[in-house]
Nanobody
């Protein structure tokens, strides 16, 4: 049974930092591309960051470049998202997802999804 479990969300003031984690189980984690997505109230879900299976290649949406860093530990089956210089517009539910044959920020090709962790940034 595939499971993706996000943690690390919370409330923070603008300019602060959070580190999200995603623990994966039930599949060969190291063979899958991984991504972070977010959905704010009333908005479509958007891809935030993606990472290749080996962790050597990453991609970010323009709005988080230079502030967010995606990484993975294949020995621990865990995905991370370090979020610095947070802005109020980063407030959203954040999801991790796994894709077997796709590297990118479109949500359609992702096979497995977590339940999400809430990030709230206040001014």
């Amino acid at each position: 049974q595939v499971q993706l479990v996000e943690s690390g969300g919370g409330s923070v003031q603008a300019g602060g930092s959070l580190r999200l984690s995603c623990a994966a189980s039930g599949y060969t984690y190291s063979s899958y591309y991984m991504g972070w997505f977010r959905q704010a109230p009333g908005k479509k879900r958007e891809g935030v960051a993606a990472i290749s299976a080996a962790g050597s290649t990453t991609r970010y949406v323009d709005s988080v470049k230079g502030r967010f860093t995606i990484s993975r530990d294949n020995a621990k089956n865990t995905l991370y998202l370090q979020m610095n210089s947070l802005k109020t517009e980063d407030t959203a539910m954040y999801y991790c997802a796994a894709a077997g044959l796709y590297f990118g920020l479109a949500e359609g090709p992702y096979n497995y999804w977590g339940q999400g962790t809430q990030v709230t940034v206040s001014s």
